[in-house]
């Protein structure tokens, strides 16, 4: 049984121990949090043995071999590479990194600690539908682009209208529509079809200088894929991939709940499984396998880097082409 450290006490939080439990490989038992009563208070929720408000001590003290990081996004560097040091195997919430030269620096850092692990939790790519949308692409013909919509109001804008500048929605924290919900999309893009040849997004900026919403275009050889993203706003569009004449059509690219192909005469086919209740349980499972035997699961293990560290790339330069600095970044970084 793995045991687990956490960092952050949110809602994604409990949905990873959830479906950490539900794997049946994990056992939860250290907390951290800046404040002793919130990590008191989940670790009774979730029989957790330890809680730390002190991250040395966390690291350096905790029962615990693999650590879960869902702080903001401006944090994840700092605490992924302070968990390798310790010899900690590391899973990070999407995005793990702000930019490139985070994400070398992190490769630095567990070249010199081979033994530990480091997992971008980005749970779609883990799911067997996303797996199958792949599949269904190579049996197209001609494949002539696509276009891809996850918008979702978030509660927390509503403290943006209030005057407020919550984590998410905030330059100092890495914050903003294509950090966010972005991510799913760009692991989509570059998961389905690889690197584009040229970028562009054009982001929606609000109050707080993020971006509330925003159209990313992604040129490749011979098509273009568009993504739509927000959180300031619902979209109900379904997203597809255009063949000739027929398409692959998803309720939502990053639940990829329902999965439909319509060929040329215009029937549909349901190419979709069933989703997990609990959307992480995959993701949960095959880091659990990683782990316990990293030696014959090499091959997996650097794909998902390799994936991570291009939807990293994609999406600094599309904030480059969007000229989106977070709190400390000069204009002039190079890509």
Do not use: C
């Amino acid at each position: 049984m793995l045991k687990l450290g956490i960092i952050g006490t949110n809602w994604i939080t409990q949905q990873f121990i959830d479906a950490a439990a539900a794997s049946g490989e994990w056992q939860l038992t250290s907390v951290y949090s800046r404040h002793a009563e919130t990590a008191q208070a989940f670790a009774a929720k979730n029989h957790a043995d330890e809680t730390f408000t002190d991250l040395d001590a966390f690291f350096s003290r905790g029962s615990f071999d693999t650590v879960y990081i869902a702080s903001p996004n401006s944090l994840h560097f700092a605490q992924a590479k302070q968990a390798i040091a310790y010899g900690k195997h590391v899973i990070v919430e999407k995005p793990a990194v702000a930019n490139q030269q985070e994400f070398e620096q992190l490769d630095a850092v567990l070249k010199a600690h081979p033994d530990v692990l480091l997992f971008e939790a980005a749970r779609q790519i883990h799911e067997v539908n996303f797996q199958r949308v792949k599949d269904q692409i190579k049996k197209l013909s001609l494949v002539q682009g696509a276009t891809l919509t996850y918008m979702k109001y978030s509660s927390r804008y509503d403290a943006v209208l209030a005057g407020e500048e919550p984590n998410i929605f905030s330059l100092n924290f890495a914050g903003g529509a294509l950090q966010d919900l972005g991510v799913y999309l760009a692991y989509d893009a570059v998961g389905w079809f690889g690197m584009p040849e040229e970028v562009a997004y054009y982001p929606t900026l609000i109050r707080t200088g993020v971006d509330g919403k925003g159209v990313a275009i992604l040129r490749y050889a011979d098509f273009t894929v568009t993504l739509n993203v927000g959180k300031t706003s619902d979209s109900f569009l379904p997203s597809e991939i255009n063949g000739l004449r027929d398409a692959i059509v998803m309720d939502n690219p990053a639940e990829l709940g329902q999965i439909t192909y319509q060929d040329k005469d215009g029937q549909e086919h349901a190419i979709g499984a069933q989703p997990d209740t609990n959307p992480m349980l995959a993701e949960a499972r095959d880091f659990a396998t990683v782990i316990n035997d990293p030696s014959n699961h090499q091959t997996e293990y650097l794909a998902w880097r390799q994936l991570s560290r291009n939807v990293n790339k994609l999406l600094f330069n599309l904030r480059q082409s969007g000229h989106l600095y977070f709190t400390g970044e000069a204009p002039d970084t190079d890509k």
